[in-house]
């Protein structure tokens, strides 16, 4: 038997898109050690899971590499559709994990798209194979169709710059009690529509602060500087999304991000990918106050949820025999 695990990934939001530049999306991220998806696996004459989704895709990986079979049980799952990533780390770990216990040659990359994923973002497979804060090139915009494209028929946006996230960097995580975030053929839909419309100055304004902002925020390990590039970004994504989800954020990650800006132990706050997810930049230094301003929020929205402290992941997902 064999357990593969990965943490989860925050989704910062994208480059560009606007389809009067010359690329189209390119994701920003990073990966996280917390929470974990954790997978076992061993050979077996057929394919036995009761994890629905998980059964899905130990299937389609039973296939994609030619073996008999496998044995999968999820010990532990992401929360669905929350912006961490939930259907990409699960779908790779699961592929991962059917390949290591049969012993068969495997690159993720490569049959990543097969299982649909890594179709617009390469975040999520580039966190799976490496962890670090990425950024990944994005598709040519000719390539833009109206129609979804077929499964497997997109490769993986290649990784364009990877940092190692600072070891005394946290990132606080606040996850309300609200409705999955965007996900399937809805996704796709409000992507289209976004595409279609989006201001391309928006893109030259978040391409300047990547340059001179971010990416130095990252060479130099500066949490605060890094943390407010990151909430400017989302925030601009955000303009490119109020029509198709209720605001520049959706409700009611509005209302917590507000809370958040004003704790001086948060660096910058956001919505990760589609929420309800809520991130903070933090330190380690300021553990405890960020924890007491996730809660704070909650409270002031008067939702219920969950609030967390993880540690940045450098190393990609992790194989145990």
Same mark, same amino acid.
């Given at each position: 038997?064999?357990?593969?695990?990965?943490?989860?990934?925050?989704?910062?939001?994208?480059?560009?898109? =606007?389809? /009067?530049?010359?690329?189209?999306?390119?994701?920003?991220? !990073?990966?996280?050690?917390?929470?974990?998806?954790?997978? @076992?696996?061993?050979?077996?004459?057929?394919?036995?899971?009761?994890?629905?989704?998980?059964?899905?895709?130990?299937?389609?990986?039973?296939?994609?590499?030619?073996?008999?079979?496998?044995? !999968?049980?999820?010990?532990?799952?992401?929360?669905?559709?929350?912006?961490?990533? =939930?259907?990409?780390?699960?779908?790779?770990?699961?592929?991962?994990?059917?390949?290591?216990?049969?012993?068969?040659?495997?690159?993720?990359?490569?049959?990543?798209?097969?299982?649909?994923?890594?179709?617009?973002?390469?975040?999520?497979?580039?966190?799976?194979?490496?962890?670090?804060?990425?950024?990944?090139?994005?598709?040519?915009?000719?390539?833009? @169709?109206?129609?979804?494209?077929?499964?497997?028929?997109? @490769?993986?946006?290649?990784?364009? /710059?990877?940092?190692?996230?600072?070891?005394?960097?946290?990132?606080?995580?606040?996850?309300?009690?609200?409705?999955?975030?965007?996900?399937?053929?809805?996704?796709?839909?409000?992507?289209?529509?976004?595409?279609?419309?989006?201001?391309?100055?928006?893109?030259?304004?978040?391409?300047?602060?990547?340059?001179?902002?971010?990416?130095?925020?990252?060479?130099?390990?500066?949490?605060?500087?890094?943390?407010?590039?990151?909430? @400017?970004?989302?925030?601009?994504?955000?303009?490119?999304? /109020?029509?198709? #989800?209720? +605001?520049?954020?959706?409700?009611?990650?509005?209302?917590?991000?507000? =809370?958040?800006?004003?704790?001086?132990?948060?660096?910058? $706050?956001? #919505?990760?990918?589609?929420?309800?997810?809520?991130? +903070?930049? $933090?330190?380690?230094?300021?553990?405890?106050?960020?924890?007491?301003?996730?809660? /704070?929020?909650?409270?002031?929205? +008067?939702?219920?949820?969950?609030?967390?402290?993880? $540690?940045?992941?450098?190393?990609?997902?992790?194989?145990?025999?």
């Amino acid at each position: 038997m064999v357990r593969v695990s990965v943490g989860a990934r925050l989704h910062f939001g994208f480059l560009n898109l =606007s389809l /009067a530049r010359d690329r189209l999306y390119g994701g920003l991220g !990073v990966a996280l050690d917390e929470p974990r998806v954790v997978v @076992t696996a061993e050979p077996a004459d057929e394919v036995r899971c009761r994890h629905p989704a998980a059964r899905e895709y130990a299937e389609r990986a039973v296939s994609l590499l030619d073996v008999p079979g496998a044995a !999968v049980t999820v010990e532990r799952s992401l929360p669905r559709h929350a912006g961490l990533g =939930s259907g990409t780390q699960l779908a790779l770990t699961v592929l991962r994990a059917v390949a290591a216990a049969t012993e068969t040659p495997l690159s993720v990359r490569s049959l990543a798209p097969e299982l649909g994923r890594g179709g617009r973002s390469g975040i999520g497979v580039a966190t799976f194979e490496s962890g670090g804060a990425l950024l990944d090139a994005g598709h040519p915009t000719t390539r833009f @169709t109206t129609d979804r494209p077929a499964i497997g028929s997109w @490769t993986v946006p290649p990784v364009v /710059a990877r940092h190692e996230i600072p070891s005394h960097w946290r990132f606080l995580l606040v996850v309300p009690d609200a409705d999955p975030g965007r996900s399937g053929s809805e996704e796709d839909e409000s992507m289209r529509s976004v595409v279609e419309r989006a201001d391309a100055t928006t893109s030259d304004r978040i391409a300047g602060l990547v340059t001179q902002n971010l990416l130095p925020a990252l060479a130099e390990g500066s949490a605060e500087r890094f943390g407010e590039a990151v909430e @400017t970004i989302g925030r601009l994504n955000g303009t490119w999304y /109020a029509d198709e #989800q209720g +605001g520049v954020y959706r409700p009611p990650v509005g209302e917590l991000v507000s =809370s958040l800006t004003e704790s001086p132990a948060v660096y910058g $706050t956001g #919505q990760s990918s589609w929420g309800p997810a809520v991130y +903070g930049v $933090t330190d380690v230094d300021h553990v405890d106050a960020a924890i007491d301003a996730g809660n /704070a929020a909650l409270s002031d929205a +008067g939702i219920a949820g969950t609030v967390t402290v993880a $540690t940045g992941r450098n190393t990609g997902a992790v194989v145990e025999k």
